[in-house]
């Protein structure tokens, strides 16, 4: 491992299942089943190859999480090994009593995910109005002595109210808000038509960020993640692609990002057959991007190949079908009219939309929805 970069930060996919069903969810298209997933020793096997590894952090995500019967198995394992524990949730199924058994077990912090500030928005969007449940969700976290740290994806539907989901985070009491706006992968890109925003839409809620970062400053800590659309140069690929954290699958492949498993041309070795280390350090999937040799023109020419290390190779995979291309998103690459396209048809669109707008004008009906029960999964 001499020279080889380690992976500080693992993301523990421990399940696809999910209550809600969000038209830009991150998870592939083809979810995994139950019975594919990783039994409770072979994550634990996993746990333990990741603290070898070098890795300082352990996010257990989904789907949902709490799911997992054995979750607090999991985090007991993290704590015995000095690894910092975080559960990314939907809030749905948390109780009181689970919330401090997986503090008992040493979880040490907890994000909560809403969908917009009302029922009716997380209806919209994930098919789900317990609203509710999220908000309790919040209390119990709180309660739990957990820090409450939030977050909410951001794109046409909801741009418009987001002082109202700011204000809705302050009052649950949220330490930190990651403001996300959407990434065009999976779901979201086959829902990119309805998602995308305008830019006079997103200007408007970037002054509305800034504003409120001010006001909040010491009391919320508010992060806006860049739509890359909108950007002159791409965002760097996890800090460049196998450098600073690795993602494994409910069915045990192994990323370099939670995304990849959509680059359908590429193997994917599993935690089954082999471990991490010969994963991270030797598998020809991990190697194919790292580094700068195999970058085409105009990265390889290019001064920012150090800084954005030819953009996301999943969004090259996802807008061209060829994950060695130049990301779309930079202005540069030979395939940039492609996002150029979107957004003139996200700027043409009826700037008026919102979630009322759209249950009026059928945007419900077009909008195509996570359905795990439904889905099937390539062999």
Excluded at 133 to 158: C, F, S
Excluded at 312 to 322: I, S, W
């Amino acid at each position: 491992m001499t020279g080889m970069p380690r992976p500080f930060g693992l993301l523990a996919e421990v399940t696809h299942q999910c209550p809600l069903h969000c038209v830009y969810c991150s998870n592939p298209v083809e979810l995994f089943q139950r019975e594919g997933e990783l039994g409770t020793d072979d994550w634990l096997r996993v746990i333990r190859q990741g603290a070898e590894l070098g890795v300082l952090q352990v996010h257990f995500s989904g789907g949902e999480p709490l799911v997992r019967g054995d979750l607090e198995t999991l985090v007991a394992e993290c704590r015995g090994l000095g690894l910092y524990t975080n559960l990314i949730t939907s809030g749905l199924g948390l109780t009181e009593s689970r919330a401090e058994s997986l503090v008992s077990a040493g979880l040490n912090s907890a994000q909560l995910s809403i969908q917009g500030d009302t029922a009716e928005s997380t209806n919209l969007v994930a098919a789900s109005k317990r609203f509710d449940k999220k908000e309790a969700a919040a209390r119990i976290i709180r309660d739990a002595g957990l820090p409450l740290n939030m977050n909410v994806v951001l794109h046409r539907l909801n741009l418009d109210r987001l002082d109202a989901i700011i204000d809705v985070c302050v009052e649950w009491g949220a330490e930190r808000l990651e403001l996300a706006n959407t990434q065009y992968y999976g779901w979201a890109l086959r829902n990119r038509e309805l998602l995308l925003p305008g830019k006079a839409q997103l200007d408007k809620a970037v002054a509305v960020y800034e504003r409120r970062k001010a006001e909040l400053a010491g009391q919320l800590e508010l992060l806006w993640i860049l739509p890359d659309y909108y950007e002159p140069y791409p965002k760097p690929c996890m800090g460049g692609w196998a450098q600073t954290a690795l993602t494994v699958a409910p069915d045990g492949r192994a990323y370099p990002c939670p995304v990849a498993e959509e680059i359908t041309t590429m193997e994917f070795a599993s935690v089954r057959e082999h471990d991490l280390q010969w994963i991270w350090a030797e598998s020809p999937a991990f190697q194919a991007f790292r580094g700068t040799d195999w970058m085409p023109d105009p990265c390889r020419s290019c001064s920012r190949k150090e800084l954005d290390f030819g953009g996301c190779r999943c969004q090259a995979f996802a807008l061209t079908g060829d994950a060695g291309r130049t990301d779309p998103v930079c202005i540069h690459s030979p395939d940039h009219h492609l996002v150029e396209e979107s957004l003139a048809r996200a700027n043409s669109a009826d700037t008026a939309d919102s979630p009322a707008a759209a249950e009026s004008t059928g945007d419900r009906q077009q909008l195509v929805y996570r359905r795990p029960t439904v889905a099937t999964r390539r062999s």
